[in-house]
């Protein structure tokens, strides 16, 4: 649980994400704050386990403070991959993306508050202005796997909605009012 004397360093670590998702992605404001709902600040003490090799946990994190190390485990050694410090995101990619087990663990070093997102969540495209899907960083290079994608944009103009790049879709698309426009280099794999 996250103490009063914490929740000035939450809506800090909030206010920097923010900043971050806004560089990383076109958002509006609706946008922006419907998916800053979906991230939860957590407390975790030094040497706990976020994410466990060979389990599925669909995760991401964004540290707002301390310190957390992903590593592997391969016969009986503990080999570091990356440390993630403040204002850094962490994840097992393949459990938050595909929901498969993860390669490695992730244990806080120095353990203090995390914003964490659930990869089963819906991200929603609703409005009334066009809007662009996007892509891992905008790059329009692999894939961006969306758990649950729902559109529903009433935009006057055709299209309502562009692909910035490949899109995967592995779990619920619901596509209940708008235009979606692709080429044959960004295509949308359900």
Known sequence: M????????VEKGKEY??????????????????LLKE??????KKKAILVQQGKVTPLTFFVIKGCFRL??????????????TENEFLSSHESFFFQLPSSYEIEAILGR?????????????NGSSA???????GSGGDAFNYIN??????????????????VMVSGNLDMTNGILTSTTADRMFV
Do not use: R
């Open 2 to 9: 996250i103490g009063v004397e914490n929740n000035a360093i």
């Open 71 to 84: 590593y592997f485990n391969e016969d009986g050694k503990e080999l570091t991959g990356s440390i993630a």
């Open 149 to 166: 994608l729902k559109v529903n944009n009433s935009y006057g103009t055709s299209p309502q909605l562009t692909m910035d790049g490949a």
């Open 131 to 137: 809007q662009v899907i996007p892509t891992i960083y």
């Open 17 to 34: 994400l923010s900043q971050v998702l806004l560089h990383l992605v076109d958002l509006n404001e609706t946008e922006l704050a419907d």
């Open 39 to 44: 991230f939860h600040p957590k407390s975790y």
């Open 113 to 125: 508050i995390i914003l964490d997102m659930n990869g089963s969540s819906t991200i929603e495209f």
